[in-house]
């Protein structure tokens, strides 16, 4: 009984042991699915690690989510793409400085047979109000992300006030979305990354790409040492600094699925 | 429960506690199911607890065991102490572990030290006939053999006072002849026996006393001559005589 | 032939990627410890609701069989909204650690040891209750003979129990983040495969998966059925 219980609390104590052997230098970053999934951290994350010896652990959530997560102090940095959304986070004290990082675009993704016929518009706006007009399904993340409130912007550029059976809200990320729009034949709006690395497209085809307004930026953010004392600054930063860095910049050029690079450096 | 002893003969030297019912009664509900009822119990007995089926005998063993709580009355001990008291059960509640283990439990329970649990465990299941059986689980012996398990379980504990409720009832001939003979080894070590049956030639071998119940009442406490040559009470004329009694 | 989840799931095993043994690993860590812990609280807790009587007993048990269905989000957000810094136990700092997915498999194993244990050890009272009273056992003496006597049943329900942990995704999710050689663990994985449209992985992922359970059933049902034998 006795030689059990030990054994228990040997198994125990190396279960603590395995949890809190990992890396001292870490810090939490708080990002998007798009970044996340595309594989684009699993490419730059080890050359600034092998730089500085920092772990960056992802946390890949929606932009309003990654938003709330930094807000309640869970997170060390931020990177995500809702530029408005960003400089509101520093106007309201939460973050010190914030610093375009990259960009990628969305793109319009269909059937292939493009009943609503937007591979034919000339701008974004003319595709979005020929889904409308066709009233052709359309899958919309509805989960308040970067691409949800980029979509909504996208809808009202082109004076459309999405609504009725064929406006489907899924509350969704971005793969989920697409399988869903997979599944049901219907128009979506991705960013380019996600539908690149996306392994299930079955009758989806990308239909439309290129207008200025489909442009997508991300944004790094330092968070507020006022408000959260606690969090890794110092290494934070260091990783501000890389991304914004030439060496940063070219890792992240330097990414590419199937010979296509996916997201284009703008630091200035 | 009082701390326990190691099992010694002269117990029987000491005079055995007295039961006493006084004025008990049990009901459940507005049914009264048994008493009434007063008598002392003295001496070493065995008082063997007659009666037809759904007389009461069960209840009466239960309140004297405290096992119940009478609804009127008191069930009293003479002493200062309620005495060291064991029961065996109809069918016998072992626990789901060896033969032995089930012996060392009680002792457990009874803060007998570690040490000698195991000896006087053994002890036991030898005199009982159970050497054989001590690393069985108690759960797959026969019925004999576990009425037989039980009995040691009771002997390990060295009870003044042993109640038994119908123990032989489920049992083959050889059985209850292992079981009789266990009794009088309980009663030869000075412990007071209560014991209910419904089998008068097992009651004529072992009583020395007789409490007769039928619809819960008591009809008649008699020495055993006397109950069996010439019962006082009519139910129990006619229990013996082969009548059925209600 | 790589779209075919059983083919995938089986490369996966035979090249014994370094990876996934590194998610199945801590998907088993995270998942027995809080189990054991879960154990450690939860047995107790039942065989003293089965044994005791007290006011708010009735409503306890009704709150117990009900937490046995306590949606694994909810459990996340509960533990999320503890743990975080903002939070009550932010000091901790164990958001987005395997510490945190502990405790979130605790909060939704807990009810269902407690609840399945409680109605185990009271059956088993209704059978002991007489011979326990007659050898003169406290209700607290009970206890340890009743857990151990019905430790067959409750072995069943420990594996309840464990089947809820390896399964549930959304707890984990929320308090571990996925976080890549960090938190992720088995459904996470399948979770962010399927997001990726890896349907072949995400599903292959899901065969390892049921495998294991399968494997670890398997195991303590022959421990269990080993032992019964022998002791009755």
């Known amino acids: 009984m006795k030689k059990t219980l030990n054994l228990v609390l040997a198994g125990i104590a190396s279960i603590g042991l395995a949890f809190s052997a990992c890396a001292e230098d870490h810090i939490t970053l708080a990002s998007t699915t798009s970044t996340e999934n595309s594989g684009l951290f699993a490419s730059i994350l080890p050359k600034f690690e092998d730089s500085t010896g920092i772990e960056v652990r992802v946390v890949a959530v929606g932009t309003g989510q990654a938003f709330e997560i930094a807000r309640r102090g869970d997170a060390d940095s931020l990177l995500v793409h809702d530029t408005a959304g960003e400089k509101r986070f520093v106007e309201n004290g939460f973050a010190t400085e914030r610093a375009n990082v990259m960009y990628n675009d969305f793109v319009l993704i269909g059937p292939a047979d493009d009943p609503a016929n937007i591979g034919a518009a000339t701008n974004a706006a003319e595709a979005f109000a020929a889904i409308a007009e066709a009233e052709a399904p359309f899958a919309s993340r509805g989960d308040d992300s970067g691409t949800n409130r980029a979509e909504l912007r996208l809808w009202k550029n082109a004076g459309v006030e999405p609504d009725g059976e064929w406006y489907r809200e899924l509350g969704s990320g971005m793969g989920p979305t697409l399988n869903t729009a997979a599944a049901m034949d219907a128009y979506v709006m991705s960013d380019r990354a996600t539908w690149v690395a996306f392994g299930n497209r079955q009758n989806l085809k990308l239909l439309f790409e290129g207008d200025k307004v489909l442009f997508n930026q991300y944004g790094s953010l330092l968070l507020s040492q006022e408000k959260h004392p606690h969090l890794k600054h110092e290494l934070a930063k260091k990783w501000h600094d890389w991304l914004l860095s030439d060496d940063g910049q070219q890792a992240i050029a330097d990414f590419k699925v199937d010979g296509q690079q996916l997201f284009f450096p703008n630091a200035q | 429960m009082t701390s326990f002893q190691v099992p010694r003969l002269a117990s029987s030297i000491l005079s055995p506690p007295a039961l006493c019912f006084d004025d008990v009664m049990f009901s459940k509900g507005n049914e009264v199911l048994l008493g009434p009822c007063s008598f002392t119990l003295e001496g070493l007995g065995p008082t063997l607890v007659m009666g037809p089926n759904g007389a009461g005998k069960s209840l009466l063993l239960r309140l004297a065991h405290g096992l119940l709580v009478p609804t009127r009355g008191q069930v009293t001990w003479s002493g200062e102490h309620c005495p060291r008291q064991a029961m065996v059960f109809q069918h016998p509640v072992l626990l789901r572990r060896s033969a032995t283990a089930n012996l060392t439990h009680a002792l457990a329970v009874n803060n007998v030290p570690r040490k000698m649990r195991t000896k006087l465990a053994h002890d036991a299941l030898e005199r009982f006939g159970l050497t054989a059986r001590s690393n069985t689980p108690a759960r797959v012996l026969s019925g004999g053999e576990q009425q037989r398990l039980a009995l040691a379980r009771a002997w390990v504990l060295s009870p003044q006072v042993l109640f038994l409720d119908e123990p032989t009832a489920a049992l083959d001939p050889a059985a209850i002849k292992a079981v009789e003979a266990a009794v009088r080894e309980f009663h030869q070590r000075g412990t007071r026996i209560v014991m209910t049956t419904h089998d008068l030639h097992q009651a004529r071998r072992l009583a020395a006393d007789v409490l007769f119940l039928s619809g819960g009442i008591l009809r008649e406490h008699t020495p055993s001559e006397t109950f069996f040559d010439k019962p006082v009470s009519r139910e129990a004329q006619a229990y013996i005589a082969g009548e059925l009694v209600e | ?232």
């Open chain 3, 1 to 232: 032939m790589e779209n075919n989840a059983f083919y995938v799931a089986l490369s996966l095993l035979v090249n014994f990627d370094a990876s996934l043994f590194g998610i199945v690993a801590l998907s088993l860590q995270v998942s027995l410890l809080a189990v054991l812990i879960a154990a450690v609280l939860g047995f107790p807790l039942g065989a003293a609701v089965a044994l005791w009587r007290f006011p708010g007993r009735g409503g306890m048990i009704v709150v117990l069989n009900a937490l046995m269905g306590l949606p694994p989000v909810v459990a996340g957000l509960m533990v999320y909204l503890l743990l975080s810094r903002a939070g009550p136990l932010g000091e901790w700092g164990l958001l987005f650690t395997p510490g945190a997915m502990v405790i979130a498999q605790v909060v939704l194993v807990l009810p269902i040891l407690a609840a399945l244990s409680r109605q185990k050890v009271e059956d088993l009272l209704g059978e002991y209750r007489e011979q326990f009273v007659s050898l003169g056992m406290s209700r607290s003496r009970m206890m340890p003979t009743l857990l151990w006597d019905a430790r067959f049943a409750l072995l069943t329900v420990l594996l309840a129990g464990f089947g809820r942990a390896s399964a549930e995704v959304g707890a984990v999710m929320m308090v571990g983040g996925n976080i890549e050689g960090v938190t992720r663990v088995m459904t996470t994985s399948i979770v962010l495969e399927t997001g990726k449209g890896n349907l072949p992985l995400a599903l292959g992922l899901g065969i390892v998966l049921l495998g294991l359970v399968m494997l670890i059933n398997a195991g303590a049902y022959l421990v269990g059925e080993l032992t019964r034998r022998r002791v009755g």
